[in-house]
């Protein structure tokens, strides 16, 4: 079965950190762009990190640049977010995200296959 | 940084056809994916390059894009067609995606 599956959110203290990982099956992990898109209570989707197939390209949101980092292992199919300096604000449901690539093989851009998300908290 | 527009909210009699726009500029210009959100479940992608669908979503699902407007065209619309939808862009000046604020659509 095709799948995401995310673990490592929780509740951590404003200045904390915490990972989290994304494990992939059913595809061939190493041969597609992955994002991390988050969505605090009640708002909407926010694009928050991508990475490429190989792990060369790498990009960041403005609000998160600096802080966190995004990396993957394409031996263990598996795609991390290392959240350092946490704010209240980065609160959010996070889900990783698989790129959709078309008939041809070409990156469309969007995303074709979520996980079920991981709930991040932070507060005192 | 790119900015896409959409109303807050949209509501549509259930048969009749529900419009969603997603404003930008010059959107025209870029390749706009649409997403629809259930509560407490993960977007799923339903229209790709401004108006083709991925498989198994149906063809009451269109979309299309020209000028500062993109739309996403639902017709005949059903109950199971509630949810929170989402347009996106992959933002070439800057090389990151995009969302819009979403629009919750409410089957009367």
């Known amino acids: 079965e095709v799948q995401l599956l995310e673990s490592g959110g929780g509740l951590v203290q404003p200045g904390g950190s915490l990972r989290l990982s994304c494990e992939a099956s059913g595809f061939t992990f190493s041969s597609y762009d992955m994002s991390w898109v988050r969505q605090a209570p009640g708002k909407g989707l926010e694009w928050v990190s991508g990475i490429s197939g190989n792990g060369v390209r790498i990009l960041y949101a403005d609000s998160v640049k600096g802080r966190f980092t995004i990396s993957r292992d394409n031996s263990k199919s598996t795609l991390y977010l290392q959240m350092n300096s946490l704010r209240a604000e980065d609160t959010a449901e996070y889900f990783c995200?698989?790129?959709?690539?078309?008939?041809?093989?070409?990156?469309?851009?969007?995303?074709?296959?979520w996980g079920q998300g991981t709930m991040v908290t932070v507060s005192a | 940084s790119y900015v896409l527009t959409q109303p807050p909210s949209v509501s549509v009699a259930p048969g009749q056809t529900a419009r969603i726009t997603c404003g930008g500029n010059n959107i025209g210009t870029k390749s706009v994916h649409w997403y629809q959100q259930k509560p407490g479940q993960a977007p799923v992608l339903v229209v790709y390059h401004d108006s083709d669908r991925p498989s198994g979503i149906p063809e009451r699902f269109s979309g299309s894009n020209s000028g500062n407007t993109a739309t996403l065209t639902i017709s005949r619309v059903e109950a199971g067609d509630e949810a929170d939808y989402y347009c996106q862009v992959w933002d070439g000046s800057s090389d990151l995606r995009v969302f819009g604020g979403g629009t919750k659509l409410t089957v009367l």
């Open positions: 995200a698989k790129d959709y690539y078309d008939s041809s093989g070409y990156p469309t851009g969007a995303f074709d296959l």
